[in-house]
């Protein structure tokens, strides 16, 4: 089955400092990946999604991700991070022969100043 | 501008008093998600349609059902809510045919709260 990890369930960081989190993934065929970001009490909003060919995917709000077959990882980088991006960030695999996501449980963002 | 919207944004309702969740949409997308996400966990898929086509997620409790009208709308049922199904509700559209690497358009949640 299709999944993703995310490793660790709490992020902190201070304003204008990298953000890194981390997401792998466990997968039988070539997966499809995606990371989303959710603000208290909102749905989830596309961040970027990876697809086939370009292996480095740039999204919005100036975060970036690349895809490490080697590494089954998709990890989820930002250089300079600001306080608007305190949410929560969901790492999400396609299902094997559907269209539906399996999330990863979540980090949570923390940015201080 | 496309949207997918829910309604209400918030709901109270009483330990096994129905209640319906609704969903619209405005993009023409064929799949139609439900998703319950409680507290600090990743939403959990628990039905979609494909067009008028019912899908049920093996471990969705049989107090959840679905109905999808037509294709703008989307409605989850819960027929006897429990304490645990407090949650929020997510619903989510796609376009199927476009390949598995197509993104879901979340709408803003409605969160329940079983009294």
């Known amino acids: 089955a299709q999944s993703v990890t995310q490793l660790g369930s709490h992020v902190s960081v201070s304003e204008g400092a990298l953000v890194l989190l981390r997401c792998n993934y466990s997968?039988?065929?070539?997966?499809?990946l995606f990371w989303y970001v959710q603000y208290p009490n909102q749905g989830l909003q596309l961040l970027l999604k990876?697809?086939?060919?370009?292996?480095l995917v740039k999204g919005i709000n100036g975060f970036e991700a690349e895809f490490k077959k080697s590494e089954t990882s998709f990890h989820l980088t930002k250089p300079s991070a600001h306080m608007s991006d305190a949410a929560e960030y969901f790492c999400?695999?396609?299902?094997?022969?559907?269209?539906?996501?399996?999330f990863g449980k979540g980090t949570s963002l923390l940015v201080t100043p | 501008d496309a949207m997918v919207i829910q309604n209400p944004r918030y709901q109270v309702t009483q330990f096994g008093k129905p209640v319906t969740l609704s969903c619209s949409q405005t993009?023409?997308?064929?799949?139609m998600y439900w998703y319950q996400q409680k507290s600090s966990q990743a939403p959990k898929l628990l039905f979609h349609?494909?067009?008028?086509?019912?899908?049920n997620e093996a471990d969705t409790p049989d107090n959840f059902q679905s109905r999808r009208p037509n294709t703008s709308f989307c409605f989850l049922d819960i027929r006897s809510p429990g304490l645990g199904d407090a949650a929020m509700y997510l619903c989510?559209?796609?376009?199927?045919?476009?390949?598995?690497?197509?993104?879901?358009?979340f709408g803003q949640g409605t969160r329940l709260t079983v009294v």
């Open positions: 989510a559209t796609s376009t199927r045919g476009r390949g598995p690497n197509t993104e879901a358009f």
């Open positions: 997968s039988s065929v070539p997966p499809y």
């Open positions: 999400a695999v396609s299902r094997l022969g559907g269209y539906a996501l399996n």
């Open positions: 990876y697809t086939t060919g370009a292996t």
């Open positions: 993009l023409n997308h064929n799949v």
């Open positions: 349609y494909y067009d008028k086509d019912f899908n």
